[in-house]
């Protein structure tokens, strides 16, 4: 055993990685957690979920061997974090090998690890092997591990794959550490201890170590084949590993989480260790805390679907916690310094996107804070209604329509849910549910309190109990597992392989790329797919996917849009349309077949469209040169979060939290256009990826790289990337750059948009050119147009101020009784022994708000009653209805009576009791709606509709 085994957290993840360095591993950055050329997959899970297209052999590593610490999170523990056991996010510590060593090396080196280079009594360990797999158990009994220490488990605990319908896949091994007394360990012979004992039966084992041997190929027809090149998948769960060197009890006692720990002690004045319910809101806090550092780190920002609602949920579940210890202030973005400044030299994207980090958290914090207030408003409406109209289920069946209030405060919108369950219930027949509705909240709705306004069904329980009503727990769960289910659909692992499995079969792992030197490559036919189908010709009409032995033309990736162009020769010419690699390193051309035939293994010309690639490659050299000046200006936590390189523009989104200011986009485009007339080199190399990245180079794309890279150095260090796409030789030749627009995309992702070359020259003269004819038209020169303008305008707005006070002056006097206005009718109606007053008109009105306006002064003239106005405005129907306070108590609700109005006119309205409107698509219906007025405004006095 080594004297010194790793102490610390920082120790062991160096210890581990060091060790596989020193057999021959290269060691690779963790990948980001927003996964790589994988759509299916929400998050990075797992350590090999960046090496998938290694494993599968569509692109070569950069090494057959590497170690690495892989940031990992696990959307289906988010409920079940502040056990003892359960987190998000994790490290995983890893060694792989792609077709090089296997299961002897593999299992060798991790015993040698665990007990000579951490310290771990080998008496503690033991081994689990899949039930046939007798060369895993040949290989510990070899290395010295007693029979009675291994133990055979089938499928569900031994065996690793394939991610889909078929796939590589293969057993597994895994080594678990004994946490409780020797003195229990049953003896050798004793019956319970192969059956009820060991690994995988008793709590008191620690799975630590899964060695996994990818050795097969599953079919769809559910048969393994035997891989020429078997791979080596190896997981740590390094908190795990860390507790047991520790000893202690479970992960947060370790030095992970401490500081985060006593961080929340601080910022809640409550102590680890008072009791469990205090404890487990601290792990909470603490583990969602650095969950969501990381997440943020890593470029997703919070939003209602995929990443962004995972981050949301992390927030909202760790303020809740937060405010069960009694923090009502922002909390886990004062302790996202703590994880910064802990984790961060482990991970330097929570030092350099700190602010970043912070700013989202905050934001986020401050927004659900008032979305949780809503919430209690929400609870209340249910609560009332049910209170108030204990007979609502009756007047349902009896066919009659509930009132339901149309305002967007939070007792409104709780009244509208109470409603549409009980009409569901009634819909559905359910006696025993329809009765249970006036004395319980049901699941569905506390799932909308929980999962819509944050509420915990804990405190809906408490506060629902306070008014003697149950919460249906049962119901709740029910769309809570419904919810972890689209979670797991979500964070599913696989892809196509229908798709890829006609370009697999060809045998072709790399199309030879002549692009960078050349536009025209003299090539032969290696494969035509028509249909989805391979064949051996096609003919004039056909669309074709053809696979050349060479090609200059560049297949869509990294933004940049595949290339256009002709490939011909032998009397056949087929038009190239789109150039794609939906398989490794194989370029795929799409065309269509313009004239003759095309044979398998003819030989052809392919030719690029050399003016629209030479636009392209503008605009690309353009995106990186916008990449680094956004990140020198606005800072170096803006990741890119996707792109598009086209021969007509530029796009480029970016994760910011706010929209950029004028200022900063004119210094980003002036920056660019300095690094353009400067005329800088556009350096081209190749290396590999750990040197690049060691040398600064950023990778933001979500791109897995082989063992050599390309890398793009402009003005270096200033512009450094890995890219493959094609880009000129001197930024000189982009020409000018011209930002057309900045705006928000998502929460925290902004979209910037520009032109370059042809495209802005045409741009600015077309602006040189309006605003010259403004300036002719004003009789003054370009300089002296914006100020005419603005005194047009401001001209523009006084007069509008001026029509809009003689409007009103006429409306009010059509109103009054003067000859304009058109009188529809003006009554009175009794209801419960007082008489309601009505004026119902239609005016001249202009826009909406002169129609309100002139409501509100015949309301006032009035004194008591209702006000029906109707105009035509835009050439369609608009009626404003208002009811003064009497008649509201009265009866009377101006939302009710302005939706039945709306359906004499075709078209929709409502509103509060107190003022409503109305709109309609035919004007010539106006007249009959308002003299329906009467009617519908009688009817609804009496319960009835009005429809």
């Not at 391979?534 to 849009?561: C, K, W």
Request: proline share 3%; net charge negative; hydrophobic share 35%.
């Amino acid at each position: 055993m080594t004297s010194n085994p790793p102490k610390t957290a920082d120790e062991l993840r160096e210890a581990f990685l060091s060790y596989f360095e020193r057999k021959d591993h290269i060691r690779m950055p963790s990948a980001s957690l927003i996964p790589a050329l994988d759509p299916t997959l929400l998050l990075t899970n797992s350590g090999m979920a960046q090496f998938k297209v290694y494993f599968s052999g569509e692109k070569e590593p950069p090494h057959p061997r590497i170690t690495t610490s892989q940031k990992c999170f696990r959307t289906t523990d988010i409920e079940e974090v502040g056990d003892d056991t359960h987190l998000t996010m994790f490290e995983m510590l890893g060694n792989f090998s792609f077709g090089n060593y296997f299961k002897k090396e593999a299992c060798a080196w991790a015993l040698d690890l665990l007990t000579n280079r951490f310290g771990l009594d080998p008496e503690r360990l033991y081994y689990t092997v899949y039930t046939t797999d007798d060369e895993a158990e040949n290989i510990w009994k070899e290395l010295g591990i007693p029979a009675d220490r291994i133990y055979r488990f089938g499928d569900e605990d031994n065996w690793w794959g394939p991610a889909g319908d078929e796939g590589v896949c293969g057993p597994s091994s895994e080594i678990n550490y004994y946490r409780g007394s020797m003195d229990d360990v049953p003896e050798i012979n004793d019956p319970i201890r192969k059956g009820q004992w060991g690994p995988n039966y008793h709590d008191d084992f620690v799975e630590l170590y899964n060695l996994v041997f990818t050795q097969f190929y599953r079919d769809l027809d559910g048969i393994d084949i035997v891989l020429p090149a078997k791979n080596i998948d190896t997981g740590m769960g390094f908190e795990r590993m860390l507790a047991v060197l520790q000893g202690v009890p479970n992960v947060y006692e370790t030095d992970v989480f401490r500081p985060m720990i006593a961080h929340v002690e601080q910022l809640s004045g409550k102590e680890w260790g008072e009791d469990k319910q205090t404890d487990r809101a601290i792990r909470v806090i603490a583990e969602h805390s650095r969950s969501a550092s990381f997440l943020i780190g890593d470029g997703v920002i919070p939003g209602n679907s995929g990443r962004g609602y995972v981050l949301r949920r992390l927030i909202r579940r760790g303020m809740l916690f937060g405010r069960e210890l009694g923090m009502d202030t922002p909390m886990l973005s004062a302790i996202a310094k703590t994880v910064s400044d802990h984790m961060g030299p482990a991970y330097p994207e929570l030092i350099s996107n700190y602010g970043f980090i912070k700013d989202v958290l905050e934001q986020e914090e401050n927004s659900f804070s008032r979305t949780l207030e809503f919430g209690v408003l929400v609870l209340s409406g249910m609560i009332d209604y049910r209170s108030d109209n204990p007979d609502a289920a009756e007047l349902i069946k009896g066919g009659n329509k509930l009132n339901s209030p149309a305002g967007d405060d939070g007792h409104s919108v709780g009244i509208r849910l109470a409603i549409s369950e009980l009409e569901k219930l009634v819909e559905s027949g359910d006696v025993g549910a329809i009765t249970g509705w006036g004395h319980s909240i049901s699941g569905t709705e506390a799932f909308v309190l929980y999962d819509t306004y944050g509420y915990p069904v804990e405190v809906t329980e408490e506060v629902a109990g306070e008014s003697e009503l149950s919460v249906d727990r049962g119901g709740f769960d029910l769309e809570m597992e419904a919810q972890r289910e689209r979670g797991r659909a979500a964070g599913g692992f696989g892809g196509n392989a229908e798709s890829t499995r006609v370009y697999e079969s060809l045998g072709v792992e790399v199309t030879a790329f002549t692009g960078y030197e050349t536009l025209v490559s003299t090539t032969t036919v290696v494969a035509i797919v028509k249909d989805g189908e391979l064949v051996d010709s096609a003919n004039e009409g056909d669309e074709v996917e053809l696979i050349l032995g060479e090609t200059p033309f560049y297949a869509a990736r990294g933004g940049q849009v595949g290339d256009t162009g002709v490939v011909s020769g032998g009397g056949v010419e087929v038009i190239i349309t789109d150039t794609r690699a939906p398989y490794g390193h194989m370029n795929v051309h799409y065309g269509t077949i313009s004239a003759g035939s095309l044979s398998k293994g003819t030989g052809v010309t392919a030719v690029v469209d050399g003016e629209r690639r030479e636009r392209i490659r503008r605009n690309h050299t353009a995106t990186h040169l916008v990449h680094a000046a956004l990140r020198e200006i606005v800072g170096t936590h803006i990741r890119q979060a996707g792109s598009v390189v086209d021969p007509d523009r530029l796009r480029f989104d970016f994760t910011n939290m706010q929209a950029l200011t004028r200022d900063q986009i004119k210094a980003v485009q002036d920056r660019v256009n300095e690094k353009i007339r400067l005329n800088r080199d556009v350096e081209v190399h190749f290396t590999t990826y750990g040197e690049a990245v060691e040398e600064g180079a950023l990778a933001f794309f979500g791109d897995t790289y082989d063992n050599e890279v390309r890398t793009i150095k402009i003005d270096a260090p200033w512009s450094y990337e890995l890219c493959g796409g094609t880009h000129m030789d001197h930024t000189g030749g982009i020409g000018t750059f011209v930002i057309t627009s900045e705006a928000g995309i998502g929460s925290g992702v902004r979209r910037l948009e520009a032109i370059t070359g042809i495209a802005s020259e045409q741009a600015i003269f077309e602006r040189f050119d309006a605003l010259n004819k403004i300036a002719s038209k004003f009789r003054v020169s370009a300089l002296e147009a914006s100020n005419r303008v603005d005194a047009l305008a401001n001209d523009l707005s006084q007069m509008r101020k001026q029509v809009a006070q003689l409007e009103e002056q006429l409306l009010r006097a059509s109103v009054g009784g003067g000859s304009s206005n058109i009188s529809v009718n003006s009554f009175d109606i009794e209801a419960a022994g007082t008489f309601i007053h009505v004026e119902v008109s239609e005016v001249p009105a202009s826009n909406a708000g002169a129609l309100r306006k002139t409501g509100d002064h015949l309301k006032k003239q009035i004194g008591n009653g209702v006000v029906v106005l109707g105009s035509v405005i835009d050439d369609r129907p608009m009626v404003v209805v208002m009811a003064t306070d009497d008649t509201i108590k009265a009866g009377i609700h101006s939302g009710n009576i302005a939706k039945a109005i709306a359906s004499r006119m075709g078209g929709g309205g409502g509103g509060s009791p107190s003022v409503a409107q109305a709109g309609g698509n035919n004007a010539h219906q106006l007249a009959d709606a308002l003299a329906s007025a009467e009617k519908i405004i009688r009817e609804s006095l009496n319960g009835k509709s009005g429809n």
